[in-house]
Structure formats: structure tokens, C-alpha cells
């Protein structure tokens, strides 16, 4: 693979992640040591020239970019509005169809026009059943926001109620600009709500808290249970990455928490020299930092045809143009791989030009990471959630079962980056701050939803598969009311329609949606909301 494509590689990855602006990495992210967020791949679209409906009107181009008076606080109508944009065609619709709703959730939405577009599950859903397709920014994302800063104070209407009542307020109030665009209110026209990962999740929560707004719903790769010590996150991978590459992560981490918990200074500087990471001082931060080889699974697709995920297992396992077997090449040869690869080839791509300490260590609370209050800043916006309302903290596996990353990170390393993030919130609480999943679970049901007409869609490859219906263990049963389907995808792999042209399993999981949706519009009688 030549450098150049590795770097388009990284900015595709940074689109996925959010904007480029807000991302200090460049793969998308505000800091090396912060974990992925569970966020929509983006499919782009087409092009940006003029859209033609199906009678041959010229409309906007999908990037066209529309606003919307969303209330600041649904509790106190009385603060008041801000701009929520939002983006929308009708390039498919006939009187009577469906209007399609999707929010990429934490990211700024700017780049997600593509799910106008029949290239995604929405796109085919709006196509089949002769629907407009909207996507709306999720509040305090891209240039959504009821303030202008990240300020704690500004982020008190951020919480995952205030995003649920936005999709109630938006659907009962907006005019659409389209031909009788007043009068597509739920009630006057069937709606039918998608999201994914986070934004999957924020789909069955709105079912739950606003039941018979949608006639219909889609959650795809749905982060439904929150959970503080996600650990989980890292067991999809585990199961299917390849075997040697495997066995011999597991040896070199088992091997790095071992020396940096033994106090033998020679042998952790040794292996802090050979990553480049001398500089660092806290050791959690360095065994850490690794952690970054294995997130490189998230931007892996059906049709994405390897990766840096990929790149990292070849340079541990085929030595002098001979692969590793399934039991690897050992700890020795692994180990100084590992070093080398990271050194030469992986720091660059991840850090750039920025230092170990700047690009990898957490523990200075002055870094403009933590007080840079500007908006656009996805990463920001998602720890509130993160810290608040839903955990997923990234971590080694328990002591007992196997693990691909270091067991020297906890909670404890992710709930301290909140207080340095989010000082004024916690300064007056004596302890670290946990989220507080279990109301989040209480009150938007978690795993244990049971609704009407909501159809989640996973993969076996999802390393956000333990947060979501197909979790390990819970043994959920697909109703006709509540299907739940998986393909052999990864995150999110069944919003793209090239993910199906590859993928026997993510198309048929497709086919089954767009029948079982097209059912239950057809079930839809007018009335009043």
C-alpha cells in the first residue's frame, strides 16, 4: 500500500468520524488516547449538480443546506430557538409516501447528503415506496447549536431526551420545501425514522419515549444498552481478525502489562523506547496508546477491501514473505514488529508532526483538548454524552478472559479525562463521575425494548456488537413486530448499498427491510397528532 493512499485512507476516515476541523488526529478524533465514537460511515453522494425527480423537475442539489427553528430547551419553550439545518430531497416522492427521517447523530451532518441518496438503505426505502428522504444535525453538532460555545453551561440542554423531543418537534412543525410540504406532518403522511450506532440507538429510544409518531423504524448497528466499562468493544475483533494476528497481540500485551506493572525501570523504558513513546510518563498512556491498532477495525466495510487494520497484521505476521500460522510468530518476533511498524509507519499516520506527549498523554489538563470550547467539535459534544448519559468506555478485557488491548486502562483513566474536559460540571463532587447508564437503560429500555414496527439490523463483525441487540449471551428472539437481523457486516454495514453489492448477507438483510418497512407503511391511516 503507497503512503498516499494510507493518507486518503486516514482522511476517509476522518469524514467518518466527524468533520476535519474539529479532529486533532487524522483519523478523526480530538486525541490519540480517546476512543472511536460509535459513528455513521459516510456514503457520498452522486454529485452536487441539480437532482431530477422522477417527472423530470429539476430540484436543489442534495447538498443543499435547509434551517429549521428547533426549540433550545422542549422543557421551556420560553428560551426560545436556534438554527437547526437540515437537508432534504424529493426525488422520489409521489403523493402518499412516506417521509424518511435520519440523523447521523454525533458528527456533523454536512457530509452525510449521501443518505438522500438510494446508495443507502434510506435512499432504497424512499425509492421503493415513493418517499422524500431528510437528514437533520443532531443537536449540538456541526452548526446546530442553541449557543455559540461548548461551554458546561451551554452543553446543559445537551442530554439524549433533548435530541428524542427534537425529532417530535421537527416531524410536527417543519414545512418541507417541496410541493405541499406543509401538510407532511405525522398523521397527514406515514414517517419512518432511521439511524445508526448512536444514532441507532437515539431511533429505538424515540420509539420508546414517543410511541406512534413513526409508522416505522430502522436501527442499524444500535448502541441500545449503555454500558460504563465497554470492554466488550474489543471482543468482535478478537473473534475475527485473523488468528496468528491474534495470538500474538494478545502475547505482546499480555507481555507490556506485565513488565509495567513489575517496577523494573530498564525493562519498561526498553519497551517505551521501542514504540518512540520515552517521553510519555504515565504508562496506562503508552500501553494505551496501542489501543489505536486495534480501533482501525471500525473503518473496515465489506467493500473496503482491507485497511490499516490489515496493514498492522501483515507487519506482525509475514516475515521475509512468509505468513505466520494460526498459533503466530511468538512474542519475540511479534513485540519488535510491532515496535518497528509503529515507529516507522503507524505514528506518522496517527500523530503527524505532534509529539508523543502532545499527540498521546492525557494527563496535562491545560491541553486546548480538554478547554478548547469552540462549537464543531463533535469530539467534545460526545463526551458530554459520554460522561453523562452513556459510558462506552473502551478497556481491557477482566483478568480471566483474553484480551487484545492493555488491562492497565480502566474507567478510572476515561471518568478523569471528563473532570480535565468538563471541569465545572464535576468540580464539586469529591469522586470521579461515572455516567449514570442505568437511568439512561431505565428509561429508554436498553436491551429489552419490545416495540411495534422497529427493525434492527447488525453485524457479526461490529465491534459495537456488544452494545446492541446482538450482544453475546442475550439471546434475543426476532418478532414480526420487532425483527432483529445480522449479516456478516461490520459497523453500521447495511446503511450502504455498495456494502450490499459485495455482502450476500448485509443485501439480504437489506431485501428483508425494505419488506417489512413497505408493510407497515401500508398499515398507515391518517390522523391527528
Known amino acids: 500500500m503507497t503512503l498516499l493512499w494510507k493518507l486518503a485512507s486516514m482522511l476517509v476516515l476522518a469524514l467518518a468520524a466527524g468533520t476535519v476541523a474539529d479532529a486533532k488526529t487524522r483519523d478523526g478524533r480530538l486525541h490519540a488516547n480517546m476512543a472511536r465514537r460509535p459513528s455513521v460511515p459516510v456514503v457520498p453522494p452522486p454529485d452536487n449538480g441539480p437532482v431530477t425527480s422522477r417527472n423530470g423537475t429539476q430540484l436543489p442539489p442534495y447538498n443543499t443546506t435547509y434551517y429549521f427553528d428547533q426549540l433550545i430547551d422542549h422543557t421551556n419553550p420560553s428560551l426560545g430557538t436556534f438554527k437547526q439545518r437540515y437537508w432534504t430531497t424529493y426525488e422520489f416522492y409521489e403523493t402518499g409516501g412516506p417521509i424518511v427521517l435520519f440523523t447521523p447523530g454525533e458528527a456533523n451532518a454536512q457530509p452525510y447528503s449521501g443518505y438522500l441518496t438510494n446508495r443507502t438503505i434510506n435512499g432504497q426505502i424512499a425509492q421503493e415506496l415513493n418517499g422524500a428522504t431528510i437528514v437533520l444535525e443532531h443537536r449540538y453538532y456541526g452548526l446546530s447549536n442553541p449557543y455559540d460555545d461548548l461551554t458546561v453551561k451551554s452543553l446543559q440542554f445537551h442530554t439524549i431526551q433533548q435530541a428524542i423531543d427534537d425529532l417530535e418537534y421537527f416531524a410536527k412543525n417543519v414545512d418541507l420545501p417541496m410541493p405541499g410540504g406543509d401538510a407532511l406532518k405525522p398523521g397527514q403522511a406515514p414517517w419512518v425514522l432511521i439511524g445508526g450506532s448512536y444514532s441507532g440507538a437515539l431511533t429505538s429510544f424515540a420509539v420508546v419515549n414517543?410511541?406512534?409518531?413513526?409508522?416505522?423504524?430502522?436501527?442499524s448497528s444500535a448502541v441500545v444498552e449503555s454500558i460504563v466499562d465497554y470492554w466488550g468493544y474489543f471482543q468482535p475483533i478478537l473473534e475475527w481478525m485473523p488468528k496468528n494476528c491474534s495470538a500474538d497481540v494478545q502475547a505482546v500485551i499480555a507481555h507490556i502489562d506485565s513488565v509495567f506493572t513489575s517496577g523494573n525501570k530498564k525493562e519498561i523504558d526498553s519497551i517505551k523506547?521501542?514504540?518512540?513513546?520515552?517521553?510519555?510518563?504515565?504508562?496506562?498512556?503508552?500501553?494505551?496508546?496501542?489501543?489505536?491498532?486495534?480501533?482501525d477495525w471500525q473503518s473496515l466495510s465489506p467493500s473496503s477491501g482491507g485497511g490499516l487494520f490489515f496493514d498492522f497484521c501483515d507487519a506482525l505476521e509475514v516475515k521475509n514473505g512468509v505468513s505466520a500460522g494460526p498459533n503466530g510468530w511468538g512474542l519475540q518476533h511479534a513485540l519488535q514488529a510491532w515496535g518497528s511498524y509503529w515507529t516507522n509507519t503507524y505514528y506518522d499516520l496517527l500523530c503527524g508532526d505532534e509529539d508523543a506527549v502532545t499527540c498521546l498523554g492525557t494527563y496535562d489538563p491545560t491541553q486546548d483538548i480538554w478547554t478548547d470550547t469552540s462549537v464543531d467539535n463533535a469530539n467534545r459534544s460526545w463526551m458530554w454524552i459520554v460522561c453523562n448519559q452513556m459510558g462506552f468506555f473502551q478497556e481491557g478485557a477482566p483478568v480471566g478472559h483474553p484480551t487484545i488491548v492493555t488491562r492497565?486502562?480502566?474507567?478510572?483513566?476515561?471518568?478523569?479525562?471528563?473532570t480535565y474536559m468538563f471541569a465545572d460540571a464535576y468540580k464539586n463532587l469529591g469522586h470521579l463521575p461515572v455516567p449514570n447508564v442505568d437511568a439512561t437503560n431505565k428509561a429508554y429500555h436498553g436491551w429489552f425494548v419490545q416495540e411495534n414496527h422497529l427493525f434492527f439490523a447488525n453485524g457479526h463483525r461490529d465491534p459495537w456488537r456488544e452494545a446492541t441487540l446482538a450482544a453475546d449471551g442475550t439471546h434475543f428472539k426476532s418478532t414480526p413486530g420487532q425483527p432483529l437481523t445480522i449479516s456478516d457486516g461490520f459497523h453500521c454495514s447495511d446503511l450502504s448499498t455498495t456494502n450490499a453489492q459485495v455482502d450476500s448477507t448485509v443485501l439480504a438483510v437489506q431485501q428483508q427491510a425494505l419488506k417489512t418497512i413497505a408493510g407497515w407503511v401500508a398499515e398507515w391511516k391518517p390522523s391527528k397528532h
Do not use: I
Request: hydrophobic share 45%; charged share 15%.
Open 273 to 295: 523506547a521501542l514504540f518512540n513513546m520515552s517521553a510519555l510518563t504515565h504508562l496506562d498512556d503508552v500501553a494505551g496508546a496501542l489501543r489505536n491498532n486495534l480501533w
Open 408 to 418: 492497565l486502562v480502566q474507567p478510572p483513566y476515561d471518568e478523569r479525562q471528563c
Open 210 to 219: 414517543k410511541p406512534n409518531l413513526f409508522q416505522a423504524a430502522y436501527a
